[in-house]
């Protein structure tokens, strides 16, 4: 399944840190890791959130990724919004497990400024 996930810039580095193979374990007031299913739900995050949050500098990336379907399987689909507002939740405790069921690379598609969207 190809999956999606918003980030800004001191996550971004984490992943680039890992080689773009790996995301950062979560944070301990964040006990949820959620990638969306499509890009444009992706896009809608990182401009709305990680534009305008000091702690994201300021910077939204939309990262794409490849994980095992077979893997997936025991993560329902949570839609929290429009009907395009699909995500998975990933407990924190199993981000370790997700991670190693990433194909691949996580690759970068987008990057939005806040000038984009002026």
């Not at 709305?48 to 993560?75: A, C, E, I, M």
Request: net charge negative; aromatic share 12%.
């Amino acid at each position: 399944m190809i999956l999606y996930r918003p980030v800004g810039e001191q996550e971004l580095a984490l992943i680039e840190a890992s080689g773009f193979t790996r995301f950062p374990p979560r944070l301990p007031e964040q006990p949820i890791f959620y990638p969306v299913l499509n890009e444009q739900y992706a896009t809608e995050i990182a401009e709305k959130w990680n534009t305008r949050d000091p702690s994201s500098g300021f910077r939204g990336y939309v990262t794409r990724f490849q994980v095992d379907d077979h893997f997936l399987k025991k993560y329902p689909i949570h839609t929290v919004g429009r009907s395009y507002h699909q995500e998975l939740w990933i407990p924190a405790e199993g981000l370790d497990q997700f991670n190693s069921h990433i194909i691949g690379a996580i690759e970068i598609i987008k990057t939005l400024n806040p000038s984009d969207n002026i």
